[in-house]
């Protein structure tokens, strides 16, 4: 396994190597990192398909497009943002706070977001996800959650529009 390690100082896409050390994309069995210390940036997928080892970030990740896979511990110390494209998540996973506002997650080793879920769109395809803070369900759209899935709400529940489906 090689530690790929985001080296841009600033927002960026995951898609462009001179971001990543060593200037190369996350592999297969890569164990990504993102951290800039006293930043605040955000790391955005937007296209391909990249599935790596592990991810741990203390940064805010936004998936846009294509798709993104990490087949072990995924953890997010900022906001997960899905509004576009596939983003699986097959090991343990923790976020700080989720914003599902398009595309689809699966989360088949668990997903815990720590403090808020904001969901206007999109599809939870298969998994369980544990929300510990405020679940803001809200927008026109429709919030699909599929078969073989669970969501588990430690705190209010806010619903403003659109339908979900279970």
Do not use: C
């Not at 390690?5 to 898609?15: A, L, P, R």
């Amino acid at each position: 396994m090689v530690a790929r390690t985001w080296d841009f100082v600033g927002n960026g896409f995951w898609d462009v190597a001179t971001n990543w050390s060593d200037d190369a994309l996350p592999g297969t069995a890569d164990d990504v990192t993102i951290d800039i210390p006293e930043s605040d940036i955000e790391v955005t997928h937007r296209s391909g398909t990249t599935l790596i080892n592990s991810l741990n970030s203390n940064e805010n990740l936004t998936i846009t497009g294509g798709s993104l896979t990490v087949q072990g511990t995924t953890d997010i110390n900022g906001i997960l943002t899905i509004n576009g494209g596939t983003t699986s998540l097959n090991g343990l996973s923790r976020t700080q706070n989720l914003n599902l506002f398009g595309g689809t997650l699966a989360s088949s080793g668990g997903l815990t977001v720590e403090e808020n879920t904001i969901w206007s769109g999109g599809s939870v395809l298969s998994g369980n996800i544990t929300n510990q803070g405020v679940f803001i369900l809200s927008s026109g759209n429709n919030k699909i959650l599929q078969g073989g899935s669970t969501l588990t709400n430690e705190n209010t529940i806010t619903h403003s529009l659109g339908a979900l489906f279970l």
